[in-house]
């Protein structure tokens, strides 16, 4: 299977668990939303302190976030990106992060990557959707970038890789913080 399949498979997975958790939140809640975009405070860490709930219901107001319930699991795959080494460990498309090598990322292109996946303004929005296909996240720390990709396609993630990529990074490794911070049983 080529990785863009995959990616594409992992993608499909999700969001097919997300419109589930999506419509049984619907049947649950007398009033609610799901993708409602919040604007945070200073202090967040989140990229432009903008972040997408998956679910907020109304009376009384509550937020509500998709544990998926299955999880693909995989032999680590690598390869290569361009000019760098590419490990996917785990990927899990609502919780990714991107270990890099790279220096300095440049700002120009994760902001308008975030805009365009993010989408603040709503351009792209299609009430005929069933998903807004937008990330709900975007952390950026020295050397690894968090994004939970929410309901975006594919595209999202191969055009943060390419801007890893372009920074320089010689070396990618691919994981989640749930791989990271296993709950024990």
Same mark, same amino acid.
């Given at each position: 299977?080529?990785?863009?399949? %995959?990616?594409?498979?992992?993608?499909?997975?999700?969001?097919? *668990?997300?419109?589930?958790?999506?419509? =049984?939140?619907? @049947?649950?809640?007398?009033?609610?939303?799901?993708?409602? @975009?919040? @604007?945070? /405070?200073?202090? #967040?860490?989140? %990229?432009? =302190?903008?972040?997408?709930?998956?679910?907020?219901?109304?009376?009384?107001?509550? $937020?509500?976030?998709?544990?998926?319930?299955? !999880? +693909?699991?995989?032999?680590?795959?690598?390869?290569?990106?361009?000019?760098?080494?590419? +490990? !996917?460990?785990?990927?899990?498309?609502?919780?990714?992060? $991107?270990?890099?090598?790279?220096?300095?990322?440049?700002?120009?292109?994760?902001?308008?990557? %975030?805009?365009?996946?993010?989408?603040? *303004?709503? !351009?792209?929005?299609?009430?005929?959707?069933?998903?807004?296909?937008? $990330?709900?996240?975007?952390?950026?720390?020295?050397?690894?970038? #968090? $994004?939970?990709?929410?309901? /975006?396609?594919?595209?999202?993630?191969?055009?943060?890789?390419?801007?890893?990529?372009?920074?320089? &990074? &010689? #070396?990618?490794? !691919?994981? /989640?913080?749930?791989?990271?911070?296993?709950?024990?049983?």
């Amino acid at each position: 299977m080529e990785n863009t399949d %995959f990616v594409t498979q992992l993608r499909e997975h999700y969001v097919a *668990q997300f419109i589930d958790f999506v419509e =049984h939140q619907q @049947k649950d809640s007398a009033k609610g939303a799901s993708e409602v @975009k919040l @604007k945070l /405070s200073d202090k #967040s860490g989140i %990229f432009d =302190h903008l972040y997408c709930v998956d679910f907020i219901k109304n009376e009384p107001t509550e $937020i509500v976030e998709l544990q998926p319930e299955n !999880i +693909l699991v995989f032999d680590p795959i690598s390869g290569g990106f361009g000019q760098s080494s590419l +490990l !996917i460990e785990h990927l899990r498309w609502d919780d990714v992060i $991107i270990y890099h090598d790279a220096d300095n990322l440049p700002e120009d292109q994760l902001s308008q990557w %975030f805009t365009k996946w993010f989408d603040p *303004q709503d !351009i792209r929005y299609n009430a005929d959707n069933q998903v807004g296909e937008v $990330i709900h996240s975007l952390v950026i720390e020295p050397h690894s970038v #968090s $994004i939970d990709f929410g309901t /975006s396609q594919p595209t999202a993630f191969w055009d943060m890789l390419a801007i890893l990529e372009s920074a320089k &990074t &010689t #070396s990618m490794r !691919i994981t /989640s913080s749930s791989a990271e911070n296993p709950v024990d049983p």
